[in-house]
């Protein structure tokens, strides 16, 4: 608990400081500025997505690392996460032109967000390598054991963003590109203090750290098939969320509007339940690196257990105050009306979702990525397969069926491969 509660702060910190920076462009004086804003930072998000793989490979192989006490092994992972890390933000930062136009063509908004867009993106991308580099360094503490300086991080740049935003767009009368320089402004200090936490609690690791020995990746072939297997599986996993949110958009914009309040439910949960799958990580990896395997399965009872108490708190929850808890997402009673339609899809999905949650941190602490990748692709297959089979009439209840369904082929081919996993273990 002392590793997930912290993890659980900070994932709930992070989305609810950024609606600040909304907040800011909603009172600009026009609608397009919240609309850029949103564009703009998920055409960032859709980058980073896909190097999820710098916290999550880099938090396994050193909870392994931490757990074996190989001192070398810790260095070796920490530097060449960085070092890939800046590699992909600097590439990020001489390609924006390009990948500024084809994340635009993909999300084709409207020529004046488009723009508007267009300009933050320019501005916010010069902190690719600060975003990256600090992912890399937040799942390193956290293979570390040490889940608090990772939270203190993530708050931190959050609450910067929002002052630097303020003081730029209103002090400075910088307008619409203060919101991005505020951005921009954090995460470079961000990465400065991630730093000087790894340096003030890790001394003699940044002592061993070599810029040679970073940027020579011979021996580096274990990090790199963790790396591209969940690499790969984030690709999957980016399209079926990217198709729910097109299918949706298809049924209409109440249909939209009711998914989208929904997964943000889900999304909830998932904060939470991620803090418990971190300490999976950790715990679950330092157990397994030190070959001590009786209080690595005790670790993944209790997780369960955890898990467990926590999600019935979400079904009850969202089963017994449906209505109470989509009025606080909008006052439009049509849109209520139609959400109290497919309300109960919420209570399911955190039944079905919960192992997943919990195999995920577990497999990224024994590093069993190629595992998470067959459960993920798996279920993307059955997922399509399934939606389009199921008869148009059931309208989106078909969506969420093939979704439950993408779920819970996630929790269930993750079990029977650690059941398998678990045979040759003392």
């Not at 999300?107 to 933050?120: K, N, Q």
């Not at 109290?340 to 999905?349: E, G, K, Q, R």
Request: charged share 10%; with cysteine.
């Amino acid at each position: 608990m002392s590793i997930s509660l912290p993890a659980i702060i900070a994932n709930i910190a992070e989305p609810l400081l950024g609606l600040l920076d909304t907040g800011i462009a909603g009172h600009l004086g026009a609608p397009q500025f919240i609309g850029a804003v949103a564009v703009g930072a998920m055409m960032m998000n859709v980058l980073y997505w896909n190097f999820g793989f710098l916290r999550m490979g880099t938090s396994g192989l050193t909870a392994q690392a931490f757990g074996s006490g190989s001192h070398q092994a810790q260095v070796d992972t920490l530097q060449r996460s960085c070092a890939i890390a800046l590699i992909a933000g600097l590439a990020m930062v001489v390609l924006q032109a390009p990948l500024c136009w084809i994340l635009l063509w993909i999300m084709s908004p409207g020529a004046e967000v488009s723009a508007l867009a267009s300009t933050y993106f320019g501005i916010v991308v010069w902190g690719a390598p600060a975003v990256l580099v600090t992912m890399s360094i937040k799942g390193w503490l956290l293979g570390m054991q040490d889940s608090r300086s990772p939270m203190l991080i993530s708050v931190g740049v959050n609450v910067l963003n929002v002052i630097v935003s303020l003081v730029a767009v209103y002090v400075l009368k910088m307008g619409f590109k203060g919101i991005a320089v505020g951005t921009l402004a954090s995460v470079w200090v961000g990465v400065i203090y991630a730093c000087w936490r790894v340096r003030g609690k890790f001394a003699s690791i940044v002592r061993d750290l070599h810029l040679k020995s970073a940027l020579n990746f011979k021996g580096s072939g274990r990090f790199f098939k963790v790396s591209s297997d969940i690499f790969v599986r984030c690709i999957f996993m980016l399209v079926v969320n990217l198709y729910f949110i097109r299918a949706g958009a298809l049924g209409g914009d109440l249909v939209l509007a009711v998914n989208t309040m929904m997964q943000q439910l889900f999304h909830l949960y998932s904060y939470f339940m991620d803090g418990i799958a971190f300490a999976g990580e950790a715990v679950v990896g330092k157990y397994y690196g030190a070959r001590d395997y009786r209080p690595m399965h005790r670790c993944v009872r209790w997780l369960f257990v955890w898990s467990t108490v926590l999600t019935l708190v979400f079904v009850v929850a969202y089963a017994v105050f449906p209505r109470f808890i989509f009025t606080l997402f909008t006052s439009e009673s049509d849109v209520v009306e139609v959400a109290m339609f497919y309300y109960w899809w919420c209570s399911i999905v955190p039944l079905v979702s919960m192992a997943a949650f919990v195999w995920d941190g577990v497999f990224i602490g024994i590093t069993a990525t190629r595992g998470m990748l067959t459960a993920v692709a798996t279920a993307c297959a059955l997922f399509f397969v399934l939606y389009f089979s199921l008869p148009s009439s059931l309208g989106n209840h078909a969506l969420w069926i093939a979704f439950v369904a993408f779920l819970a082929t996630r929790s269930i081919v993750q079990t029977v491969l650690w059941s398998r996993f678990t045979r040759g273990l003392a």
